[in-house]
């Protein structure tokens, strides 16, 4: 229990520092701002990426531990999906309706980047209710947690 509370946290959290930093990247982009932010801008390009990464692949576990749990498999194959589609996404962005209305695919990116987070605490919520469910339903009627659940 204890694993899938800290796989989410590490998800959820490099999943924050992702969107700072591109929150960053996209106020370094303004004119007046650009001047004094301009190396910023640069180390942010360069960390941005591994830290998203780092949270699709925390998530990719959360998935693969909710599919091999009974009663939470669609959100573990969601979340498997999510995490192969979530790098994609974002690797290829730049390259996707560029010019005047580019903006509207940043905040694609920034809404797909909000759901990882969401889906990754829903499926550690529903992870931590499952078990507390089977464990209190093995204590009360005397039976398994298998039977509990069903």
């Given at each position: ?11 959820r ?9 591109g929150l960053?990247?996209?106020?370094a982009?303004i ?7 301009s190396g910023?801008?640069?180390?942010i390009?360069g960390i941005?990426p591994w830290?998203?990464?780092t949270?699709?692949?925390?998530l990719?576990?959360?998935?693969v531990v909710?599919?091999f749990?009974r009663g ?19 690797l ?10 580019h ?24 992870y931590?209710?499952?078990?507390v ?11 398994t947690?298998?039977?509990a659940?069903?």
């Amino acid at each position: 229990m204890k694993a899938v509370r800290i796989i989410s946290l590490i998800a959820r959290v490099a999943l924050m520092v992702a969107m700072v930093l591109g929150l960053l990247f996209w106020i370094a982009q303004i004119s007046f701002i650009s001047t004094f932010m301009s190396g910023v801008a640069q180390v942010i390009i360069g960390i941005h990426p591994w830290i998203g990464l780092t949270g699709a692949l925390f998530l990719l576990v959360l998935g693969v531990v909710a599919i091999f749990t009974r009663g939470i498999r669609l959100p573990g194959v969601g979340g498997v999906v999510y995490a192969a589609i979530m790098p994609a996404f974002g690797l290829t962005q730049s390259l996707i309706l560029m010019g005047n209305l580019h903006w509207l695919i940043q905040v694609a990116h920034l809404l797909v980047g909000v759901g990882a987070m969401y889906l990754a605490r829903g499926i550690e919520r529903r992870y931590l209710r499952l078990r507390v469910s089977g464990s209190e339903g093995a204590t009360i009627s005397g039976a398994t947690a298998a039977q509990a659940v069903r």
